[in-house]
Nanobody, 118 residues
Framework: QVQLVESGGGLVQPGGSLRLSCAASGFGFIRPDMSWYRQGPGKERELVAT????????NYASSVKGRFTISRDNAKNTIYLQMNSLRPEDTAVYYCNAYRAVINRNYWGQGTQVTVSS
């Protein structure tokens, strides 16, 4: 059974940093493309960053480019989102996503709250 478990959210002041983690299990030897999404208050869920299954090749939303970095450790089946220079508008629930293209299926974690406030 596939599971994605996020951790690392919390309250941080503007300009601060946080690192989110997402531990994946149940994929066996498959390494799907992995992404972070977020959903702010009153907003739709939006894609933040994606890392390809080989760990080479990343994409970022323009709003976070240069501030956030997505990475993965395949040995630990874990992806990370390093978030620097956080802004109040980054406040959201952050979701880990895995996408298996061969069966066109998305998997989601339960989400972790990130609040940027002074």
């Amino acid at each position: 059974q596939v599971q994605l478990v996020e951790s690392g959210g919390g309250l941080v002041q503007p300009g601060g940093s946080l690192r989110l983690s997402c531990a994946a299990s149940g994929f066996g030897f498959i390494r799907p493309d992995m992404s972070w999404y977020r959903q702010g208050p009153g907003k739709e869920r939006e894609l933040v960053a994606t890392i390809r299954n080989g760990g080479i090749g990343t994409n970022y939303a323009s709003s976070v480019k240069g501030r956030f970095t997505i990475s993965r450790d395949n040995a630990k089946n874990t992806i990370y989102l390093q978030m620097n220079s956080l802004r109040p508008e980054d406040t959201a629930v952050y979701y880990c996503n895995a996408y298996r293209a061969v069966i066109n299926r998305n998997y989601w974690g339960q989400g972790t709250q990130v609040t940027v406030s002074s």
